[in-house]
């Protein structure tokens, strides 16, 4: 058995984990897959992803949980004796407050051969909502003074059982959720297309298989939550073809479309039982049968390779869309339908982020164990309903070839 193992530090391929949820957007520019024979992949990157603010619904920049406007503060998540239809109140308030993610992306993939591959893929989650921030306000539009709430003691008692509810006892590092996920498992054909006149090469590599849906690892998780829920919770049949072309020996030109179809799926979620605004605040939870329509990305790149010796530079584009989300009741005469689908995060999210990176080769003829060294930083240039998240990436990887 002969090996050839490769060493290094690169941006992603198209073995990167594909995130497809509310809080954690594609965080890649997946690239054709090497038609090398029976090479072995393995990835492991980790990722920072950082965001303050939101897009709203007309794609204007707003406090990170107040991308649907002000939530109504309702007296009944402080007071259980309250009847779960309950719509008393306190007013609205604004909500913000920052969250943080770290992320590990891990991916195997296997070549059969030159052309056909085997992938695994998944990440391990940890989000981390810290500096929560409750803002009354006065007719909708006007903070409320802290003279003014200290003078309410009604308003300030609520405000501060709320703030008790919302934060677990004894931690100071915020509302913390960890999850798994989403995963996928693929298969698909990789090809290199070379001998061209005026073309280094074109590779093309397409895939399939079934996308799992985010695992929760927080048993104890509380149904009141600041943190939303990213309803990513049904099987998906995704099909993904990536593309990229060489020129001049140096200059090559990518581009990568990604759609998924989702099964429908029975689950347990927080659910809203009044028509009122507290979109983010929700107190119930119910079975529902949980429709995710489709994911859709798309992405374009351009790269100069070996530009100056060893220095590779990468520009690129990504845009993705998750159509809507619909719940269907199974206790209609609590959760209406109606209501429980009145979410903003069921409705359509959309973002476009700018990715640079560049990466210095190390490795030489001689010395193959060499890494390469990469550094890729994402920017959120536009969305629609969707948090602005911001990230940072590096990621370790070992390729190998074997010959039994």
């Known amino acids: 058995m002969k090996f050839k193992i490769f060493l290094f530090l690169i941006f992603s391929t198209s ?14 520019l997946p690239q054709p897959r090497f038609a090398t024979k029976n090479l072995n992949s393995w990835e492991l990157n980790v ?23 002000p939530t109504n503060l309702l007296k009944r998540f402080t007071n259980k004796n309250l009847a779960y239809n309950n719509t008393e109140t306190f007013g609205t308030a604004i909500m913000s407050g920052n969250l943080s993610t770290l992320q590990y992306n891990f991916a195997v993939a296997q070549n059969f051969g030159s052309h056909f591959f085997a992938a695994l893929q998944t990440t391990y989650s940890i989000d981390s909502l810290k500096n929560l921030v409750i803002q009354p306000l006065r007719n909708r539009c006007q903070l ?70 985010v695992i929760y690892l927080d048993q104890n998780q509380k149904t ?3 943190l939303p829920f990213n309803h990513n919770v049904n099987v998906g049949i995704p099909l993904m073809l990536n593309a990229a072309v060489g020129l001049y020996d140096w200059l090559n030109f990518g581009a990568t479309g990604l759609v998924i179809a989702y099964l429908k799926n029975d689950q347990i979620v927080p659910l809203n039982t009044t028509a009122t605004t507290n979109d983010v605040l929700i107190d119930h939870k119910g079975l529902v049968q949980v429709q ?47 209501i429980i689908n009145q979410y903003p995060t069921h409705k359509p999210w959309e973002i476009l982020n700018l990715t640079i990176s560049g990466e210095v080769d190390l490795a030489q ?40």
Not at 178 to 196: C, D
């Open 292 to 338: 995710h329509h489709p994911f859709i990305y798309f992405n374009a790149y351009i790269e100069a390779e070996q530009i100056i010796p060893r220095l590779t530079l990468l520009c690129g584009l990504s845009y993705a869309k998750q159509f809507s989300t619909c719940y269907q009741s199974s206790n209609s005469s609590k959760f209406s339908n109606s």
């Open 47 to 69: 990722a920072h992803q950082s965001a303050k603010s939101s897009f709203n619904d007309d794609g204007n920049v707003v406090g990170l949980l107040d991308f649907n406007g």
């Open 144 to 213: 409320l003074t802290q003279t003014e709430i200290d003078a309410d003691p009604e308003l300030k008692t609520y405000l501060q059982e709320l703030e008790k509810i919302l934060t677990p006892d004894n931690c100071k590092s915020g509302i913390i959720q960890n999850s798994v996920g989403p995963s996928l498992i693929t298969f698909g054909y990789t090809t290199s297309l070379q001998h061209f006149d005026y073309v280094d090469f074109i590779d093309i590599t397409a895939q399939t298989g079934f996308c799992i849906p």
């Open 224 to 226: 009141l939550s600041a």
């Open 15 to 28: 073995l990167q984990a594909m995130n497809t949820t509310f809080r954690h957007q594609p965080n890649s």
């Open 365 to 404: 003829d001689n010395y193959r164990l060499m890494p390469r060294i990469k550094c890729m930083y994402m920017f959120p240039v536009w969305g629609v309903s969707i948090f602005k998240t911001s990230e940072f990436l590096g990621q370790f990887a070992i390729e190998c070839t074997y010959n039994f």
